[in-house]
């Protein structure tokens, strides 16, 4: 159980990417061990990072030429809900319209080149050593 947290601390000081494949690993119990299994369920799905809103502001500034207030009417800065790589909040357009504004985390640009490269090396090296597990990129 000991190796199963190490991976969650792991994902999770790593963020994004490393947190969507600690989800993957939650779901192959044919393959990885139940406690690896067990603890990536739990942990990855439940307990995914949020971004202050300060982050939030710039990533909608740069993506969509404004800050939140200036495009909605109305911009709850507490998300809804987070994920690995992004997280939702509620605003009403100017119109009056509800809707819901995913928003990525702003750490997931600066990373993802780096994080794709690592988890195919990680990938490549499983499947050398376990045929079975086929998930090269």
């Known amino acids: 159980m000991r190796g199963a947290r190490r991976l969650e601390e792991l994902c999770f000081r790593n963020g994004g990417i490393y947190i969507k494949l600690g989800q993957h690993l939650g779901q192959l119990e044919y393959l990885v061990p139940e406690e ?5 369920r739990e942990s990855m799905l439940n307990r995914c990072p949020h971004s202050s809103f300060d982050q939030v502001r710039e990533v909608v500034k740069k993506e969509l030429g404004g800050a939140p207030d200036e ?21 009403q357009t100017h ?16 990373t993802a080149a780096a994080d794709y490269a690592t988890v195919e090396l990680i990938v490549n ?13």
């Open 125 to 137: 090296t499983l499947h050398r050593y376990f045929p079975s597990f086929d998930y090269r990129l």
């Open 95 to 110: 119109e009056g319209q509800k809707v819901a504004v995913k928003v990525q985390h702003t750490h997931m640009t600066d």
């Open 71 to 91: 495009i909605f009417d109305e911009f709850d800065p507490v998300p809804i809900a987070s994920a690995s790589l992004a997280q939702v909040h509620v605003a």
């Open 36 to 40: 690896y299994v067990r603890i990536m």
